[in-house]
């Protein structure tokens, strides 16, 4: 392998070790990902103490310095600390391994996005995330988290993920009140009162566009009647009952889609139609358009309920247009 490579993509192998790494100098984006890597190393080996000058700058080309990208999900490492070496990091994946803590990345300063999803993480350690000031995703998903915290110097952060963890309640974002995009917190076990926290959904967020709470323990959506920027909001799932539980939502203009499926409201006949009438702005209800055609070919719930009998009479009208011209058809062969 040449020493100038800059790019380097091995996925899904049986790789157990890094070794040889550390020869590719000028390394800017490392892939290994769905490999048997136990340890991170060779990125940076040996100590850099006590090095005359050409060695300094020698080791100012190891991968550790120059890398930009590092994508090492689907392993098995339990330790992250070696990450600490690659200050130009800008994203890092590390997703579906074995790691507990998170370790060595505080002083990553160009970090734009990581993702410790999948892992077995049950703190959202400060020390460790509060030096990340310019990062704008985090993607903590599938961990074993119970608070939502440590991310109070992350103001530039947009995407939020702490999906399929163990919180009951919604706090400490202050610091994204400004920049915070969207959302997920999806299959956990946030009531409405954990929803409504002073420091969590009820600070009043200016870009939020998306919120997942899917698989929560909202029994209405009293939580979200003031985020006027809202686009998107999933809460299928949960135990909203009625259709004045869902009231509160009326405010927001902003909205184009709900997904509320698998609650005891969806059950009811005129479902999609009252869910329109409550925010006519709407184009879209769980994952069918709103007036469009279901998967069965049927007109679905929506709209106005002139424009929707409108469109059942353009059907009626094509539907005897269509028997006439085939009655009239029959006649003249039995003419003949």
Known sequence: VSGNLTHLVLRSHLIRTMEG????KHLELLELYDNMIDEINDLCPGELVDKGEEEEEEDDGLPAKNLRVLDISYNVIRDMNPISQCLNL??????QNKIKSIRGIGQLTQLRKVDLGANRIRVMEEEELSGLINLEELWLGKNKIEHIG???KLTKLR??????NRLTSIENLEGQVDTLEELYLAHNGIDVEGAKCPTGLALPFKQLNTIDMSRNRLTDTSPFA???SLNELWISGNDIKTFDDVEYIRSLVELDGVYLEYNPVASDFEYRKKIVEIVPNLTQIDATMVGGIGQHGYLTGGGSGDNLLERMRQMQDQVIQKAAAETEASGSKEEE
């Open 21 to 24: 790494v550390s020869k590719l």
């Open 150 to 152: 440590g991310i109070s």
């Open 90 to 95: 800008q994203e890092l994946y590390i997703a």
């Open 159 to 164: 995407r939020l993920d702490v999906q399929s």
């Open 226 to 228: 003031h985020l006027t």
